[in-house]
């Protein structure tokens, strides 16, 4: 699949556990986007990387862990997450940190029990 | 920081009609203005863009217009059809040198009725 793909696409998982959400781009894009997006409400920006570099964390929670090896791919480590981070987790990519015309992948669908 | 308003939160419209999305940014600095439209279980798409330097944009059925003197931008979708039915957000950043991003609306959830 080209663009933006996310896996897996639908998880639960237990408050103790550990699990990671993966993306990837296929874009050539330099700058990638970890959004959240629950219900009635606007989607949240988490974490932004540009060039594997971190340059905005928007106050999340540390049991959120991104991680970006390489400018194609993005990580967001979970662990001891609560029930009320049950969400549409989306990725994004966009040519660069300046130029902001994202475009996402299909989203991963997380429900804590 | 910037916060962009959106509304009416919920629309229905007959086929063939036309709707009307509208949204409010704060910071004035904002010059880069996207659509994205969300189907059910899906991604949201890029539908339709506008820049500060221009005041309305059309793409076929789809217009877009600013007004950066009232700080608003609005969607309109003409001569509708069922497969329009989708959440629709709008979003305000900065695009150029700095550390903006984009903020989105809560998002506008159009039902064409057939």
């Known amino acids: 699949e080209t663009g933006v793909t996310q896996t897996p696409r639908h998880l639960v998982m237990g408050m103790t556990n550990k699990k990671s959400l993966k993306c990837e781009q296929h874009?050539?894009?330099?700058?990638m986007y970890w959004y959240k997006q629950s219900a009635k409400k606007p989607l949240e920006l988490m974490f932004v990387?540009?060039?594997?570099?971190?340059?905005e964390n928007n106050s999340v929670p540390s049991r959120f862990s991104p991680e970006c090896p390489n400018s194609s791919h993005l990580f967001l480590h979970l662990h001891t997450l609560q029930p009320e981070d049950s969400a549409l987790y989306l990725c994004?990519?966009?040519?660069?940190?300046?130029?902001?015309?994202?475009?996402f992948g299909q989203g991963t669908r997380l429900t804590v029990v | 920081g910037e916060n962009v308003e959106q509304h009416p939160s919920t629309l229905s419209v007959q086929e063939g009609d036309s709707a009307v999305i509208k949204c409010t940014y704060s910071?004035?600095?904002?010059?880069?203005f996207p659509w994205y439209k969300q189907e059910l279980g899906k991604r949201p798409q890029l539908i339709i863009d506008?820049?500060?330097?221009?005041g309305e944009k059309k793409d076929q059925r789809i217009a877009v217009t600013l007004n950066k003197t009232a700080k608003h931008f609005s969607l309109h979708i003409t001569e509708t059809q069922p497969e329009d039915s989708a959440v629709y957000f709008c979003?305000?950043?900065?695009?150029?040198?700095?550390?903006?991003?984009?903020?989105f609306g809560k998002g506008t959830k159009l039902s064409v009725i057939p």
């Open positions: 874009l050539g894009h330099n700058a």
């Open positions: 990387y540009s060039l594997e570099e971190r340059v």
């Open positions: 506008i820049r500060s330097n221009v």
């Open positions: 910071d004035s600095a904002s010059n880069y």
């Open positions: 994004a990519s966009s040519p660069s940190r300046t130029d902001i015309e994202a475009f």
């Open positions: 979003a305000a950043g900065y695009s150029g040198a700095g550390s903006y991003q984009l903020t």
